[in-house]
């Protein structure tokens, strides 16, 4: 592993840990903070494949997930105010969600890369937030799994409440997943713009040393 691929690990292991803690705090109704933060992950994978190519995106994912959930099993000996400061379920939720997606982004990133520069990381951006969203939030809250860490307290994520206020009647957590997926769209845009900047820098770099 190169020393230029450090940067990438660090970021994505700090993003991990970052949004394993702050999905568990609502942001308003219908988000965590975790929605603001998480996202970021799939920035620095695209940036990784474009400049680096997609083993050394891989890789970063790799170490990344690796760092990340040996931080989130820390988390969940650490006490809260109101319990582990990282449930298990989160934890597990955080792993799974994070590797299936980041490694579908690589693989669609890298059959888009020849396109032009804004779809490989919009297109493997949005598809595999959709991944990681639905793995995530059913994993860490959906009542059916409580059966992976039955001592964490997931009744407040399965009120029953109509979807985004405005909806059918659903769990909460299908209206924190809604609105997170919504959020990642809305920053997959925006990403394009430092995407495009950094991007541009680091292959100057690379090019010109």
Known sequence: MSRAHLPGIIAMAAIVVA???LVQFLFGQWLTWGAFTYPLAFLVTDLMNRVYGAGPARRVV?????????CSLIGTQIMGEFGPL?????????????????MLDVAIFSALRRRVWWQAPLASTLIGSVVDTTLFFSIAFS???????PSADIAWANAALPVLGLGPVAPLWVSLALADWLVKLALALLALIPFRVIATRLEVRLRHP
């Open 19 to 21: 949004s394993n803690i």
């Open 62 to 70: 790799f170490i990344g997930f690796l760092v990340g959930v040996v």
């Open 86 to 102: 990282v449930t298990l379920r989160v934890a597990i939720a955080s792993g799974t969600a994070f590797l299936c997606a980041q």
């Open 143 to 149: 009542a059916s799994l409580s059966w992976l860490n």
